[in-house]
Protein backbone atom coordinates (compact mmCIF):
# COMPACT_ATOMS: atom_id res chain seq x y z
CA UNK A 1 0.00 0.00 0.00
CA UNK A 2 1.43 3.58 -0.90
CA UNK A 3 1.64 5.18 1.89
CA UNK A 4 -0.62 7.82 3.00
CA UNK A 5 1.74 10.53 2.71
CA UNK A 6 0.38 14.12 1.86
CA UNK A 7 1.92 16.45 -1.44
CA UNK A 8 1.52 19.78 1.03
CA UNK A 9 4.78 19.65 3.21
CA UNK A 10 4.64 21.56 6.76
CA UNK A 11 7.17 22.58 9.63
CA UNK A 12 8.67 25.31 8.73
CA UNK A 13 10.12 27.40 11.74
CA UNK A 14 11.35 29.96 10.56
CA UNK A 15 9.82 32.21 7.92
CA UNK A 16 13.03 31.91 5.49
CA UNK A 17 13.82 28.40 6.17
CA UNK A 18 13.37 26.28 3.50
CA UNK A 19 10.65 23.86 4.10
CA UNK A 20 12.01 20.03 4.86
CA UNK A 21 11.00 17.67 2.88
CA UNK A 22 10.90 14.33 4.72
CA UNK A 23 7.72 13.29 3.25
CA UNK A 24 8.97 13.47 -0.34
CA UNK A 25 11.65 11.43 1.18
CA UNK A 26 8.92 8.29 2.67
CA UNK A 27 6.94 8.93 -1.11
CA UNK A 28 10.48 8.00 -3.26
CA UNK A 29 11.81 5.05 -0.42
CA UNK A 30 7.72 3.43 -0.63
CA UNK A 31 7.74 3.56 -4.47
CA UNK A 32 11.01 1.05 -4.72
CA UNK A 33 9.30 -1.39 -2.59
CA UNK A 34 6.75 -3.51 -3.35
CA UNK A 35 3.26 -2.39 -1.30
CA UNK A 36 1.98 -4.43 1.62
CA UNK A 37 -1.45 -4.07 3.38
CA UNK A 38 -1.32 -2.22 6.81
CA UNK A 39 -2.57 -5.85 8.24
CA UNK A 40 0.24 -7.28 6.91
CA UNK A 41 2.75 -4.94 8.37
CA UNK A 42 1.01 -4.12 11.72
CA UNK A 43 -0.32 -7.35 13.45
CA UNK A 44 -2.80 -6.98 16.22
CA UNK A 45 -1.13 -7.73 19.54
CA UNK A 46 -3.96 -9.57 21.11
CA UNK A 47 -1.91 -9.96 24.53
CA UNK A 48 -2.48 -5.78 24.76
CA UNK A 49 -5.79 -6.19 23.80
CA UNK A 50 -6.87 -7.91 26.13
CA UNK A 51 -4.72 -6.16 28.94
CA UNK A 52 -6.16 -2.61 27.95
CA UNK A 53 -9.70 -4.24 27.86
CA UNK A 54 -9.02 -5.38 31.56
CA UNK A 55 -7.56 -2.48 32.83
CA UNK A 56 -10.57 -0.41 31.21
CA UNK A 57 -13.18 -2.29 32.48
CA UNK A 58 -11.55 -2.08 36.23
CA UNK A 59 -11.56 1.50 35.91
CA UNK A 60 -15.08 1.75 34.92
CA UNK A 61 -15.55 -0.37 37.97
CA UNK A 62 -13.87 2.05 39.94
CA UNK A 63 -15.56 4.44 38.74
CA UNK A 64 -18.47 2.44 40.18
CA UNK A 65 -16.89 2.49 43.78
CA UNK A 66 -16.32 5.90 43.73
CA UNK A 67 -19.43 7.21 43.56
CA UNK A 68 -21.13 4.93 45.57
CA UNK A 69 -18.77 7.00 48.40
CA UNK A 70 -17.05 3.69 49.35
CA UNK A 71 -13.30 5.47 48.65
CA UNK A 72 -12.09 8.02 51.03
CA UNK A 73 -11.94 11.33 49.70
CA UNK A 74 -8.65 11.89 50.64
CA UNK A 75 -7.64 8.67 48.31
CA UNK A 76 -9.37 11.13 45.49
CA UNK A 77 -7.32 14.01 45.81
CA UNK A 78 -3.93 11.58 46.06
CA UNK A 79 -4.84 10.18 42.85
CA UNK A 80 -5.72 14.10 41.34
CA UNK A 81 -2.30 14.77 43.09
CA UNK A 82 -0.20 11.70 41.12
CA UNK A 83 -2.34 12.74 37.84
CA UNK A 84 -0.60 16.73 38.29
CA UNK A 85 2.26 15.68 38.96
CA UNK A 86 2.92 12.62 36.55
CA UNK A 87 1.12 14.64 33.68
CA UNK A 88 3.65 17.41 34.38
CA UNK A 89 6.75 14.96 33.94
CA UNK A 90 5.23 14.31 31.03
CA UNK A 91 4.03 17.65 29.60
CA UNK A 92 6.76 19.46 30.85
CA UNK A 93 10.01 16.95 31.08
CA UNK A 94 9.74 14.53 28.19
CA UNK A 95 7.50 16.65 26.06
CA UNK A 96 8.83 20.43 26.21
CA UNK A 97 12.13 20.46 28.06
CA UNK A 98 13.32 17.34 26.23
CA UNK A 99 11.22 16.37 23.15
CA UNK A 100 11.47 20.12 21.84
CA UNK A 101 14.41 21.77 23.84
CA UNK A 102 11.85 24.43 24.71
CA UNK A 103 13.90 25.75 27.52
CA UNK A 104 16.50 24.38 30.17
CA UNK A 105 16.18 23.47 33.41
CA UNK A 106 18.98 22.84 36.35
CA UNK A 107 19.91 19.31 37.56
CA UNK A 108 17.67 19.30 40.58
CA UNK A 109 15.03 19.83 38.17
CA UNK A 110 15.58 17.61 35.54
CA UNK A 111 16.47 14.82 38.03
CA UNK A 112 12.62 15.87 39.39
CA UNK A 113 11.03 15.99 35.99
CA UNK A 114 12.34 12.56 35.40
CA UNK A 115 11.15 10.70 38.72
CA UNK A 116 7.79 12.28 38.01
CA UNK A 117 7.40 11.10 34.29
CA UNK A 118 7.73 7.61 35.63
CA UNK A 119 4.66 7.92 37.59
CA UNK A 120 2.43 8.24 34.19
CA UNK A 121 4.04 4.55 32.82
CA UNK A 122 4.25 5.82 29.43
CA UNK A 123 7.88 4.47 28.83
CA UNK A 124 10.76 6.21 29.29
CA UNK A 125 11.84 9.67 28.46
CA UNK A 126 13.98 8.57 25.49
CA UNK A 127 11.62 6.29 24.00
CA UNK A 128 8.75 8.78 24.20
CA UNK A 129 10.45 11.66 22.70
CA UNK A 130 12.26 9.67 19.99
CA UNK A 131 8.43 8.70 19.20
CA UNK A 132 7.27 12.45 19.61
CA UNK A 133 10.20 14.03 17.44
CA UNK A 134 9.01 11.40 14.78
CA UNK A 135 5.54 12.19 15.16
CA UNK A 136 6.61 15.92 14.91
CA UNK A 137 8.95 15.24 11.47
CA UNK A 138 6.83 12.59 9.43
CA UNK A 139 3.44 14.21 10.91
CA UNK A 140 0.61 12.27 9.01
CA UNK A 141 2.59 9.99 7.44
CA UNK A 142 2.69 5.97 8.60
CA UNK A 143 6.11 7.18 9.73
CA UNK A 144 3.97 8.91 12.40
CA UNK A 145 3.18 6.37 15.07
CA UNK A 146 -0.29 8.12 15.49
CA UNK A 147 -0.94 8.90 11.75
CA UNK A 148 -4.12 10.86 12.48
CA UNK A 149 -5.13 10.10 9.07
CA UNK A 150 -5.74 6.99 9.59
CA UNK A 151 -9.19 7.70 11.65
CA UNK A 152 -9.73 9.13 15.30
CA UNK A 153 -9.12 5.14 17.01
CA UNK A 154 -6.00 4.53 15.66
CA UNK A 155 -4.67 7.76 16.45
CA UNK A 156 -6.09 7.76 20.17
CA UNK A 157 -5.16 3.63 21.19
CA UNK A 158 -5.34 1.33 18.14
CA UNK A 159 -1.71 2.34 17.81
CA UNK A 160 -0.97 0.97 20.78
CA UNK A 161 -2.64 -2.38 20.12
CA UNK A 162 -0.56 -3.24 17.19
CA UNK A 163 2.66 -3.40 16.26
CA UNK A 164 4.28 -0.13 15.17
CA UNK A 165 4.60 0.48 11.30
CA UNK A 166 8.44 -0.42 9.89
CA UNK A 167 8.95 3.58 9.08
CA UNK A 168 8.34 4.46 12.12
CA UNK A 169 11.16 2.85 13.25
CA UNK A 170 13.08 3.32 9.91
CA UNK A 171 12.44 7.10 9.60
CA UNK A 172 12.83 7.59 13.50
CA UNK A 173 16.53 6.88 13.06
CA UNK A 174 16.89 9.81 10.96
CA UNK A 175 15.62 12.02 14.01
CA UNK A 176 18.65 13.38 15.88
CA UNK A 177 18.36 12.43 18.95
CA UNK A 178 22.32 12.93 20.43
CA UNK A 179 21.17 15.89 23.04
CA UNK A 180 19.23 13.93 24.68
CA UNK A 181 21.65 11.03 24.81
CA UNK A 182 24.21 13.30 26.12
CA UNK A 183 22.63 13.77 29.20
CA UNK A 184 22.77 11.81 31.90
CA UNK A 185 19.44 12.58 33.87
CA UNK A 186 17.89 10.84 30.19
CA UNK A 187 20.48 8.40 30.28
CA UNK A 188 19.75 6.56 33.76
CA UNK A 189 16.43 7.36 33.60
CA UNK A 190 16.05 5.08 30.48
CA UNK A 191 18.87 2.68 31.76
CA UNK A 192 16.74 2.08 35.42
CA UNK A 193 13.06 3.03 34.21
CA UNK A 194 12.28 -0.29 35.62
CA UNK A 195 14.03 -0.55 38.85
CA UNK A 196 12.17 2.84 39.66
CA UNK A 197 9.24 1.91 38.36
CA UNK A 198 7.51 -0.05 41.06
CA UNK A 199 8.27 2.65 43.43
CA UNK A 200 6.62 5.30 41.47
CA UNK A 201 4.04 3.97 39.56
CA UNK A 202 2.64 1.30 42.39
CA UNK A 203 4.43 1.21 45.44
CA UNK A 204 4.39 5.34 46.77
CA UNK A 205 0.80 5.72 44.91
CA UNK A 206 -0.77 2.73 47.56
CA UNK A 207 1.50 3.13 50.53
CA UNK A 208 0.64 6.75 51.18
CA UNK A 209 -3.25 6.36 51.61
CA UNK A 210 -2.97 3.13 53.30
CA UNK A 211 -0.80 4.28 56.28
CA UNK A 212 -1.41 8.46 55.99
CA UNK A 213 -5.33 8.06 56.38
CA UNK A 214 -5.67 3.93 56.67
CA UNK A 215 -7.33 3.57 53.03
CA UNK A 216 -8.26 -0.23 51.89
CA UNK A 217 -5.28 -1.68 49.48
CA UNK A 218 -7.97 -2.63 47.31
CA UNK A 219 -9.08 1.40 47.35
CA UNK A 220 -5.52 2.73 47.05
CA UNK A 221 -4.72 0.23 44.37
CA UNK A 222 -7.93 1.03 41.99
CA UNK A 223 -8.03 4.62 42.51
CA UNK A 224 -4.46 5.97 43.21
CA UNK A 225 -2.88 3.01 40.45
CA UNK A 226 -5.63 1.37 37.86
CA UNK A 227 -7.79 4.42 37.24
CA UNK A 228 -5.30 7.43 37.50
CA UNK A 229 -3.11 5.59 34.93
CA UNK A 230 -5.89 5.16 32.49
CA UNK A 231 -7.09 8.83 32.81
CA UNK A 232 -3.90 9.81 32.40
CA UNK A 233 -3.11 7.67 29.69
CA UNK A 234 -6.46 8.82 27.74
CA UNK A 235 -5.58 12.46 28.55
CA UNK A 236 -2.24 11.94 26.57
CA UNK A 237 -4.47 10.00 24.14
CA UNK A 238 -6.57 13.02 23.27
CA UNK A 239 -3.54 15.25 22.17
CA UNK A 240 -3.23 12.81 19.20
CA UNK A 241 -6.73 12.07 18.20
CA UNK A 242 -9.35 15.09 19.39
CA UNK A 243 -6.44 17.51 19.24
CA UNK A 244 -5.76 16.24 15.47
CA UNK A 245 -9.37 16.02 14.74
CA UNK A 246 -11.22 18.64 15.95
CA UNK A 247 -10.67 22.35 16.21
CA UNK A 248 -9.16 25.70 14.16
CA UNK A 249 -5.96 25.29 12.42
CA UNK A 250 -4.98 29.33 12.62
CA UNK A 251 -1.30 28.97 11.86
CA UNK A 252 -1.59 25.65 9.48
CA UNK A 253 -4.89 24.83 7.69
CA UNK A 254 -2.39 22.08 5.96
CA UNK A 255 -1.69 19.94 9.08
CA UNK A 256 -4.67 18.53 10.83
CA UNK A 257 -3.41 19.37 13.97
CA UNK A 258 -6.04 21.91 15.67
CA UNK A 259 -6.60 24.15 18.41
CA UNK A 260 -8.71 22.68 21.22
CA UNK A 261 -8.95 24.30 24.41
CA UNK A 262 -11.43 21.60 25.93
CA UNK A 263 -8.30 18.78 25.12
CA UNK A 264 -5.98 21.66 26.62
CA UNK A 265 -8.02 21.99 29.62
CA UNK A 266 -7.63 18.52 30.72
CA UNK A 267 -3.98 18.03 29.52
CA UNK A 268 -2.46 20.43 31.09
CA UNK A 269 -2.36 22.81 28.61
CA UNK A 270 -1.30 20.65 25.22
CA UNK A 271 -4.14 21.26 23.36
CA UNK A 272 -3.31 24.36 21.19
CA UNK A 273 -2.02 21.27 18.65
CA UNK A 274 -2.05 23.66 15.88
CA UNK A 275 0.16 26.00 16.88
CA UNK A 276 2.25 23.36 18.53
CA UNK A 277 3.27 21.71 15.50
CA UNK A 278 3.54 25.05 13.54
CA UNK A 279 6.12 26.26 16.43
CA UNK A 280 7.42 23.39 18.85
CA UNK A 281 9.81 25.43 20.27
CA UNK A 282 7.88 27.68 22.39
CA UNK A 283 7.57 26.73 25.99
CA UNK A 284 3.95 27.74 26.50
CA UNK A 285 2.67 25.56 23.47
CA UNK A 286 0.29 28.25 22.38
CA UNK A 287 -0.13 31.91 21.35
CA UNK A 288 -3.01 32.55 23.90
CA UNK A 289 -1.35 30.43 27.18
CA UNK A 290 -3.21 31.17 30.40
CA UNK A 291 -2.30 29.39 33.43
CA UNK A 292 -6.17 27.71 33.58
CA UNK A 293 -5.83 25.91 30.18
CA UNK A 294 -2.10 25.88 30.56
CA UNK A 295 -0.75 24.88 33.74
CA UNK A 296 2.31 22.87 32.14
CA UNK A 297 2.99 26.27 31.16
CA UNK A 298 2.43 27.60 34.79
CA UNK A 299 5.09 25.42 36.18
CA UNK A 300 7.32 26.27 33.44
CA UNK A 301 7.03 30.12 34.74
CA UNK A 302 7.39 28.96 38.71
CA UNK A 303 10.66 27.11 37.85
CA UNK A 304 11.65 30.27 36.00
CA UNK A 305 10.90 32.43 38.96
CA UNK A 306 13.07 30.08 41.20
CA UNK A 307 15.86 29.77 39.14
CA UNK A 308 15.45 26.40 37.74
CA UNK A 309 14.46 27.09 34.24
CA UNK A 310 16.43 29.34 31.72
CA UNK A 311 15.75 30.34 28.39
CA UNK A 312 12.57 30.16 28.05
CA UNK A 313 11.85 30.34 24.25
CA UNK A 314 8.69 31.92 22.42
CA UNK A 315 7.64 33.22 19.08
CA UNK A 316 8.05 36.88 17.66
CA UNK A 317 4.50 38.24 17.18
CA UNK A 318 5.93 39.01 13.83
CA UNK A 319 6.65 35.60 12.77
CA UNK A 320 3.26 34.47 14.19
CA UNK A 321 1.00 36.96 12.04
CA UNK A 322 3.19 36.05 8.95
CA UNK A 323 2.57 32.31 8.96
CA UNK A 324 -0.78 32.75 10.19
CA UNK A 325 -1.35 34.94 7.07
CA UNK A 326 0.29 32.34 4.68
CA UNK A 327 -1.07 29.68 5.92
CA UNK A 328 -3.68 29.72 8.19
CA UNK A 329 -7.25 29.39 8.07
CA UNK A 330 -8.30 32.85 9.08
CA UNK A 331 -9.81 31.87 12.50
CA UNK A 332 -6.54 33.09 14.75
CA UNK A 333 -8.08 34.95 17.52
CA UNK A 334 -7.68 38.95 18.34
CA UNK A 335 -9.33 40.79 20.89
CA UNK A 336 -10.68 43.34 18.94
CA UNK A 337 -10.28 46.07 16.82
CA UNK A 338 -7.06 47.90 17.00
CA UNK A 339 -5.32 44.54 17.49
CA UNK A 340 -2.05 44.29 16.20
CA UNK A 341 -2.44 41.00 15.11
CA UNK A 342 -5.82 42.34 13.26
CA UNK A 343 -4.47 41.25 9.70
CA UNK A 344 -4.35 43.65 6.86
CA UNK A 345 -6.97 41.22 4.55
CA UNK A 346 -9.60 41.39 7.91
CA UNK A 347 -9.27 45.21 8.34
CA UNK A 348 -9.91 46.00 5.01
CA UNK A 349 -13.58 43.87 4.96
CA UNK A 350 -14.77 45.89 7.84
CA UNK A 351 -17.82 47.70 7.54
CA UNK A 352 -17.74 50.66 9.46
CA UNK A 353 -20.84 52.82 9.91
CA UNK A 354 -21.27 56.59 10.99
CA UNK A 355 -18.06 57.29 10.64
CA UNK A 356 -19.09 60.84 9.67
CA UNK A 357 -20.41 61.58 13.32
CA UNK A 358 -17.08 59.90 14.72
CA UNK A 359 -14.79 61.83 12.26
CA UNK A 360 -16.61 65.17 13.22
CA UNK A 361 -16.50 64.57 16.77
CA UNK A 362 -12.67 63.64 16.62
CA UNK A 363 -12.45 66.77 13.88
CA UNK A 364 -14.23 69.40 16.09
CA UNK A 365 -14.01 68.16 19.61
CA UNK A 366 -18.40 68.29 19.62
CA UNK A 367 -19.56 66.73 22.87
CA UNK A 368 -21.45 63.19 22.26
CA UNK A 369 -25.52 63.13 21.71
CA UNK A 370 -27.50 60.73 23.75
CA UNK A 371 -27.06 58.03 21.34
CA UNK A 372 -22.89 58.10 21.93
CA UNK A 373 -22.91 59.97 18.70
CA UNK A 374 -21.22 63.29 17.80
CA UNK A 375 -24.13 65.51 18.32
CA UNK A 376 -23.46 67.67 15.30
CA UNK A 377 -21.87 66.00 12.36
CA UNK A 378 -18.86 68.12 11.17
ZN1 LIG B 1 0.57 16.15 17.25
ZN1 LIG C 1 5.21 18.13 20.66
Known amino acids: MAPNVKDVTSGVLYEHEEVPDYTRVIAQDAAKTPPKSYRELQPIL ?57 F ?16 SWQGSIFRWSVDHRTHHKFVETDADHVNARRGFFFSHIGWLL ?30 YYYAVWPFM ?15 THTNAFLVAVVLRFVVGLNATFLVN ?24 FIVGGEGYHNYHHVFPWDYQASEIGNYVTNPAGMCIDFL ?11 VNKDMINARSVR ?52
Open 104 to 119: RAKLPTRIALALMQVI
Open 304 to 314: AAIGQATDLKT
Open 162 to 191: MKKHPDVAKYGKMVDMSDMIADPVVYYQHK
Open 46 to 102: WDRVVAHALVHLTAIYTLTLVFSGEVKLLTLAWAGVLFFLGSMGILVGAHRLWSHRT
Open 327 to 378: TGDGTRPVWGWGDADLSREHKGMAVISNVVEELGQARTGLPLGPTGCAAIAG
Open 201 to 215: FYLIPVAVPMYAWGE
Open 241 to 264: SAAHAFGSRPYDATIAARENPLVS
